[in-house]
C-alpha cells in the first residue's frame, strides 16, 4: 500500500493533515482524491468578504421604489405580503429577545443615488463607482438568501451551516482540500483581515485546512516566519539540515513510518515557506502605477488595497485560495443598525478602488480568467428604517458578486421585489455560490465528503448555470 | 474492518469480513458475478434501510438483502417491471419512495441499476448473514470478562495472543529500556524522564507506581479527560459572558485531584451529573458540575440543552442522541420522544456562581455549579426539532432511552439543605458579607471621634472669649456680623501673626513684602455662607505683589480657598484659587485679568454660597466660580504676598438668603476632599452602621435558622424589624449628611416614611426580611436583568440527574465502562478498540478486540471503576511493551497486518501539543510545577504546565493550536496533523529557542553529543547519528565565530539542541 493510502485509511477521518502534505508535496493538480472531474476553468479564488452586512438596495440592487414609499409602513402599501408569515419561516431566529432580525415596517428611502454601467447597463449604487466601471466582467446575483438573523450568519456564509449547526469545513477548506499545491514553497489557503465568529476552517479535516493567517508585514508576515531570538540564517540553515539527515537516518529504523516521510518533508516546504512567504507581501518590485490602481496613494484605500496587492502576487504564485475579510468589530464594520448613510460611504470608499484595481489588474495581467474573485456579505440589510438612520439585518435577500474564473461578465442573475424584500426569481442559498466557484476549479461538491462524517443536501449547493460561460 | 475502509471497499466485502481480516484483504471470489449487487445494496443502504431495515421495518418491510425484498414481495427475480421496489421509486407522486422529507428521489442511472439487477434475476450470494434486531447490537450487551486461568499473565497479553496466534502474526521484542521508560513518562505524567529516570533500573512495576502516584498524572490525564468532557473557559462578546462560566477552572482542578485520589470513575460521573443532588453541602464535590455549566449559553435554552444533551451522551455512553433531536435516529434505536425525555432530565436546571471564602465579588472568584430551578418546568417534543413548534398535547416525563431503560433507577426528589438552596446561611459567607459592614462601624466611630475633637477645639476657642462678648457665630448663624475700620487693633477680632503689622492712619499696614506668613486671622467663626467686603491698596513689593483674602483655612494651612489681586506687571489679575494638601491650584475659570494698580484703591466684595464664589472689584461683578468643596471649620486670613499693603476698612457677614449670586461657568469638579462631618452627622452615621450591622446579623441568624421553623419564625420576625430599623437609620444618616442636596434629602426623608409605615401599619409580626443575594445566578436569557431572580432557591431538587447518573453507572449498563475504557485505550496505544469514540450505536461494528474490550470494561467496573487500576494493567502489559518498528519484524506478519490491528508491535504516536511545550520546559528546568488555580493568559512567557492555559473560542495558545490542540467546542479524538507550520513554530518559535539554550547548559564535559541525545530522544545516537551531530556541532561553532558571536562553543551547543528538539522522534512517542 502506498504511503498516501496507508494514512488515509488508518487514520479514518482523522488526522488529515499527512493527507493534505502529501497533497502539496506531489503537486497534483487534479487533487489528491481525484476530485476533480470535470474540466478547471479556475486555479485560484480571492473571496472577498465584507463583514456586518451590505445593505443590497444600496449597493448592487437599487431600489428606487423605495424613494416612492419612504415613510410608509409596509403593510399599507402593495407589498404588504412579503410580511405573510409563511413567507418568513425560514429564516431562524437565534437570539431570543435580541433586537436583531425583527420586521422593521417604515420604508425607509435609499441613502444614496445609483446609476447604470458600462455596456450592460447594469445598476450600481453611488457608492461603487469603480466596481461600477468594472461591471462588464462581473456577475451580480441579487437573490442570496440565508436563514440566520445574526452574524453567525458569517459563519454560514463560509461553510453553508448554521452558527447554532456543529461547525464543519469552510469553503476555503474545501478547496484546499480537494486540489493540490500549484506552488511547493507557499501555504495554499491564505487569510487575511479581521475574523470573529469562528476562527477555524478545517474543522472535521483538521486544523492543517485552516487558512494560514498573514499579515501584511513584509518583515514578520507569518506566524513563526522567522526565529524568535537569536539565530543567524547561517546557523538556521545548519540546523535544518541535520534535522534532515538525521531523520533520513531514523528511515532505516522505522521503515513503515509515514509521519517520519512525511515530517521530513513538511521541514523542507517549511524552509521554503519562510523564505518565500516574505517576498511575496514585499511591494518593493510593483509599480507606482500599479499601487495607484490599489489605492496606495490614500489612506482609507491602502490598508484594503495592499491585501488585495498580495492577494494578486499569491495568485500569480499558485495560491488555490485568499480569504480576505473587510471590516473590524465584533459584529463587522458594515453593521450600519443607524447612521447607515455615513457608516456605508465610509466603508464603501475603502473597498471600492482597491476591489475595482484588482479586477482591471487581473484582467491585464490576463489572470482573471483563471482567477475567481466573489464579493459577499453575511446578510442585506431591511428595506425599513430602524432608529433614526439605519437599516437592520435582512437575510431574505441580499446581493453577492463573482467575476473571472470562465464566469459571465456584465450579467446579472436573479432578482428581487421593488422593494428588495424577497428574491422574486432564481432564490439562491449561501452554498449555491460554493457549488459554482467548486465547478469552476473542477470539482464536484458531491465528492467532498470524508467518512463519518454526512453532509446535508444542502451543504452542496448547485452551481448557478445562469453565470458560467 | 475499519469504519474508514467500509467507505472504499465494496459492502459485500465489509459483510463477509467481519471476523476474518486475512480473507478480506483479498477480493473477494465471487464479487464479479455480484457486483451489481453490492452496487444495488449500497444504494438500498443509503437510500433505504433507515425505514426498511432492522431497526424499523416500516410496512414489516426489510430491504438488507435478496432473501428479505423476497419476503416483503417487493421483486420478482427476472422481472423490474412487476417489482413494487421499482413501481415505487419510478413513483413521481404521493407514494414516492424515499418520501420527499425523507431524501431527495433516486436518480435515473440508480433506478437503471435496480431495474437491471432485477431483471438480471436478482442474483446474490448464498447465505447471506442477517442483521440482528438493535436489541441484540454486541455493544447493548453488558460486557463480560472472560474466565482465564488463575496463574495467566497479564489478560490483555493473554487476550491479544489468542487472535495473534490463530492468525499466524508474530509479536516484535520488546522495545529497548530507555526507549520504554520515556514512553511511559510521557504517557503517564506528560513528561520525559531525565538521564537518571532513563537508567531508572528498578522493577518496571515500581517505576510504574511511582508515576501514577505522582501528582503529575492527575494533570496528565485531566487534559484527555478535558478534551472528551468540553472544558472551555468563558468567552463571549468583549465582556459579555454568553458561554461557559467564569472560575470553570475549578471544575479543572476537581477532575486533577479526582484523577490523582484515584476517585471511581462512577463517582465521578454521579459528581459531575449530580455533585448538587448527592453533595449539595460540599463546595468542593459541587465544583464537579462545571462539566454541566459549561454548556452555558445566554442566547437560546435549547441551544444550551442541545449541547448539554448531544455531548453527555456522547461522552459517557457513546451514542449519538442528537441525531434524534429532529426525527427518529436514522440508525440507531433511539426514538424522537428518547431525545426529549432525555432533555426533561435537564430541563429543570440552571447555573450559578456560589460565593467561595474570602471573596464577595464573582468577578474575582466563584464556584461555577447547577441546581434545579424551575422544578415545575415542563418539557414538550419539538416537531421536527423545531422550538418554536412544540407538541403541547404531550408532557415529556423525565427518562433515558427506551431501550436501556429498563435497569433505570426510579427519580426521586432530593431534599437539600439550607446551605445549598440559602448560600446566605453558610458560616464563612456570613462571615465574608459582615467585615464590610463591621470596617463601618469602626470608621463611623473614628469619625464620630475626630468630629468631636474639632468641636472640643472649636469650644475651646469659644471659651477664649470674654464674658458678654457676643457669642461665637456657629456656621449657620444667620445674624453673624463683623465690620473693623481698622482705627485701633481689635485684639477680640483679630489675631496679628508675624511682624511688621502696623495700625496708623485708620488702616492696618502691612510694611514688609513677605510672602503671607504674615496675616491677619479673624478670631470669630465665620459661617459657611457669607458675604465679605474690603477696601484695602496695594502699597509696593517685590515680585508678584498680591494681596490675598483666604477663607477655609485649616489649622494647618494645607487647605484653603482664596481670592487674590496681583499688581504683577504684565498680567496683574483677579483670582480665584484654592489649596488642597499644601499645594495650590489656580484654575483660569476663576482668573480675571484686571488692572491692578499701586496706590490705587480697591474695593474687593467677596460672597460665598457653599461651593459658589462671586467676587466684585470696585462693585463690579467679576468672578463667578465653583470651588471643588468646602471643608467647614476654617478661619479667614488677610496678608500680603511679596506686598506691602494697607487694608482700609472690612465688613462680613452671613450671607443673606436672598442675595442672588451670579452662577459660574466652570463645571463643578468633583469634591477634591471628603468634607470633615459635624458631630451631628458622624453620630447619625455611626448610628445606621450599627444599625446595619445589628439587621445583617439578625438576617443571617434567620438564614441560619433556616430548617428549623420555629426558630426561623422567631429570627425571621427579629432580622425584619431590624432590618426596617436600619432602613430608617441609613435615611436619617442621609438626610443630614447630603443636606444641602435636595434631591437626595427628599430620597432620604422618603426611605425614613417608608421604615416608619412598616413599622407602624403593618406590626413588626407580619413584615419580611430580604434574604441577601449572595449567589450570582447565570442570566436565562439576555432580556434578564440579575435582580429579577429570588436571593433562595428551591428547596429540593428533582434528583432527575442523579437518577441518570445511577443509570449510567448501574453494572448493567453495557455502554459506559465500554467507552471509557476505550478512551484510555486509545490514549496508551494511539488507536482506540473501537474506532467510532462517541458512537457505540448500530453502527458501530463488534471491534476486532472485542473480548479484550469487554473484558477490561467488566474488570473496570468490578473493581470500583479505578482508573490507576485499569492504567496500571495496560502499562505493565507486555503489549504495552513492544518495539514500535517494524524493522526485522516477521514478513509475513508485515504482510498480513500492516495497519497492526492485532497489536503485534507498539503504535507510534505523537506528543499532544501539551506534552510537546511542557516537555521543552521540563527538560530545561524551567517548568513551574504550581498547581491548579485561575487560569492562565496563554503566552510565550508563562512557565506552568499547559493544561493551566485559557482554553476558550477567543483564548488558544498559538504554539498549542500549531500541534492540533483541542478543539473546545468537541473533541473526543485530538487530530494529529503534520504540517509545515509546526515545522515553523518548533524552530523559529520562542518557546523552543529559549529552552535550547537551558537544556544546553544542563550537559556539562567532554562528550556532549551522547548524553543529550539520550536525553532528547531516549537513546543513544547511533555512530552515523553521533557522527551527523559532531560535525554539526564543529559546524555551528565555525559558523558563531565566523559571525563574531560569544561564547561559540556554548552557542554551538545550543544549535545541536535545538536541532534535536526539531528531531521527528522528539516529538514522537516511540
Redesign the interface.
Known sequence: MDINRRLFLGRSGLGFGSLALSAMLQGAERGVNGLAQVAPKAKSVIWLFMRGGVSHMESFDPKPALNELAGKSIGETRFHYVQDPERLRKVRVVVVNDANGQQRNKLYPLQVGSRKYGASGIEVSDWFPHIGGCIDDIAVIRSMWTTDDNHGAQVQFHSGRHMLDPRVPTIGAWVNWGLGTLNENLPQFIGMGPRFFDRSDGHYLGPAYDEVKLKIAPGNPLDYAKPQGDITAEEQRLGFGLVNRLNRLSLDRYPDDAELDARIKSYELAYRMQTSVPGVVNFDKETEATKKLYGFNQNETRPFGQQLLAARRFVERGVRFIQIMHGGGAAGAWDQHSNLKSGHAKLAMQVDRPIAGLLKDLKSRGLLDETLVVFATEFGRTPGSQGANGRDHHPYAFSAWMAGGGLKGGVTHGATDDIGFHPTEDPHYVTDVHATLLRQLGLDPHAMEVPGHKRLEKDFGHPIQEIIS | M???????VPAVVVITAACSLVQGEKEAPSAELHEDYGKVKELLAAKCHSCHGALKQKAKLRLETRDLMLKGEVIVPGQAAKSLLIERVEDMGEDRMPPPEEG?ALKSGEIALLRRWIDGGAKAPAGEPVRQGPGEHWAFQVPRRTDLPDDADNPIDVLLEIRRATLGLKAQPLAQRTILIRRLYLDLIGLPPTREQLNDGRPWESIVDELLASPRHGERWARHWMDVWRYSDWYG??KQLRNSQKHIWRWRDWIVESLNDDKGFDHMIHEMLAADELAPDDPDTLRATGFLARNYYL???T?WLDATIEHTAKAFIGLTLNCAKCHDHKYDPITHEDYYRFRAIFEPHQVRLDPVPGETDFEKDGLPRVFDDHLGASTHLHIRGDPKNPDKSRLMEPGVPGILASFAPPVEPVKLPAYAYAPASRDYVQKDYLVPVRTEVETAKKKLAEARKNATAALREEAKLKPGEKTKSGPTQPDFSVQDDFGKHNPELWEVVGKGWVFKDGAVHQTTATRDTERLLLRPEVPRNFEMTCRYMHTGGATYRSVTFRFDVSPDRNYANYVYTSAHAPGSKLHVAYTRGGKSTYPSEGLVAQPIEIGKPYTLRLAVRDRLVNVWLNDKIQIAYTLPDRKPGGGLELSGFDATVAFDDFSIRALPGEVELTKSKNKEPPPALEPVESVEVSEARLAAAEARLASLEAVFAAEQARGDPGAYKQASKRAARLETEALKAAGEYESKAFATDAGKVKAARAKIAKAEKKLADTGVDRITYTPPRVSRKALE???HKEGQYPAIYPETSTGRRLALARWMTSSSNPLTARVVVNHVWLRHFGEPLV??VDDFGLRAKPPTQQLLLDHLAADFMENGWSFRRLHRLIVTSGAYRLS????DADAET?AAD??NRFYWRMN?R?MDAQVVRDSLLHLAGALDFTPGGPSLDPG?AVRRRSLYFKHS?DQQD?FL??F?DA?H??CY?R???????????L????VP??MA?KIAGQVEGEDFVGPMFELLLGRKP?A??RR??ET?LA??EA??T??K?PNPAQRARR??V???L????FV?IR
Open positions: 475499519s469504519a474508514s475502509r467500509s467507505f472504499l431527495a462578546l468583549d442566547f437560546n435554552r441551544t436569557t439576555p432580556a474506532e467510532t514500535s518498528t517494524s524493522a508485515r500492516p495497519d507510534v505523537r510565550d473560542r498559538k493550536k500549531t492540533n478543539d467546542l468537541q479524538r487530530s494529529e496533523s503534520i504540517a509545515p507550520q509546526q515545522a515553523l513554530a524552530s523559529n518559535g520562542k529557542i529559549e539554550e547511533d552515523d547519528e551527523e551531530c554539526t559546524d555551528f559558523a558563531a565566523e559571525a558571536k544549535g545541536l535545538h536541532a534535536l526539531n528531531h521527528n522522534d514522537s
